[in-house]
């Protein structure tokens, strides 16, 4: 093998070569350093990532609460990252508000990808209120389903809200509270009554009288086919100046009008019929074992149909 020239060995040796395989291992080092960051970065979460973390979008949150919320509670690294990541995926207006949980570690496009597209990976909670539920009843039922809710605390924050939560079937989330279901409730009662205010106007009575006499025929009511009949007599008793006395409602046995406030809380077609009742001459009723219900214009044929029906 023959040796290098003199030259040639300068070449290799030269300080202009020197430099360039100096650059080129900066370069490489550098870029290494990129990709492991990038890495990092883009697919690992933080080391302290909290199992079953929780994230609540709340309504008017913009991006970057969002993003520094998730970077407080470690479930991401950069905030960089995943709000470009949420651009990616549609962007800040395809976010909405509520719970989102992340069982596990997640790297940042995916947890960018679970929020912007609405993914909570929580199982909402089915519970159903029946019309005619009031207060106590609703607390009862809705503390066996919510670990969150306080029972104490509902009671406080519904003090004046019988007759206001509307009966209705909800899907909570896992770790929505009594707050949660107040506003649930108070906001669908809102969003029902809407179309119906212009008729509660026209019947010449107060929102609050409909929804409280609406409580009684709820409660007093044995199905569709006699809401309107009872509204009918309910509301004759009170022309009439005669108490209602109605086995709902105790106290409309010493007073006459309507009870101070609603008993529970009615459905739309309870409602309806308040506003709506059926005219007639009857003003009394009562429901046989069947629930069958017998009318009666006079209290001496009330008296009859007791004999005849309520043995």
């Not at 990541?85 to 947890?111: C, R, S, T, W």
């Not at 009862?140 to 809200?161: I, P």
């Not at 409309?252 to 009008?257: I, P």
Request: proline share 5%; aromatic share 10%.
């Amino acid at each position: 093998m023959e040796n290098l020239s003199d030259n040639e060995e300068l070449k290799i040796n030269s300080p202009k070569n020197s430099s360039f395989i100096r650059n080129v291992i900066i370069s490489v080092f550098f870029l290494i350093i990129f990709i492991i960051l990038s890495y990092v970065f883009l697919f690992t979460a933080p080391d302290n990532f909290p199992d079953h973390a929780v994230l609540s979008v709340d309504k008017g949150e913009t991006l970057k609460d969002i993003s520094q919320d998730l970077k407080n509670k470690k479930v991401i690294r950069s905030k960089v990252l995943f709000e470009a990541f949420v651009d990616i995926y549609g962007g800040e207006n395809h976010i909405a508000e509520g719970d989102y949980l992340f069982e596990n570690k997640l790297p940042v496009f995916e947890v960018a990808r679970r929020i912007a597209r609405k993914d909570r990976h929580l199982a909402p909670i089915k519970i159903t209120i029946p019309e005619g539920y009031d207060i106590l009843q609703i607390r009862d039922l809705v503390s066996t389903k919510l670990k969150n809710f306080n029972a104490y605390d509902f009671l406080k924050q519904t003090e004046n809200k019988e007759g206001y939560l509307f009966p209705d079937t909800y899907f909570f989330f896992t770790t929505d509270n009594e707050q949660d279901v107040v506003k649930y409730m108070s906001d669908n009662f809102n969003k029902k009554i809407k179309p119906i205010l212009p008729s509660i106007m026209a019947s010449g009575k107060t929102e609050k009288e409909i929804i409280t006499m609406a409580s009684i025929i709820e409660r007093e009511a044995k199905g569709d086919n006699d809401r309107g009949i009872i509204s009918g007599i309910l509301w004759n008793r009170i022309n009439k100046g005669m108490p209602l006395q109605v086995d709902a409602a105790p106290d409309t046995y010493k007073t006459k009008g309507l009870p101070e406030n609603p008993i529970c809380n009615p459905g739309v077609e309870a409602i309806k019929a308040a506003i709506n009742p059926v005219a007639s001459n009857y003003l009394y009723y009562l429901h046989d074992k069947n629930g069958m219900i017998h009318y009666a214009s006079t209290f001496a044929e009330h008296k009859k149909n007791k004999k005849l029906y309520l043995k």
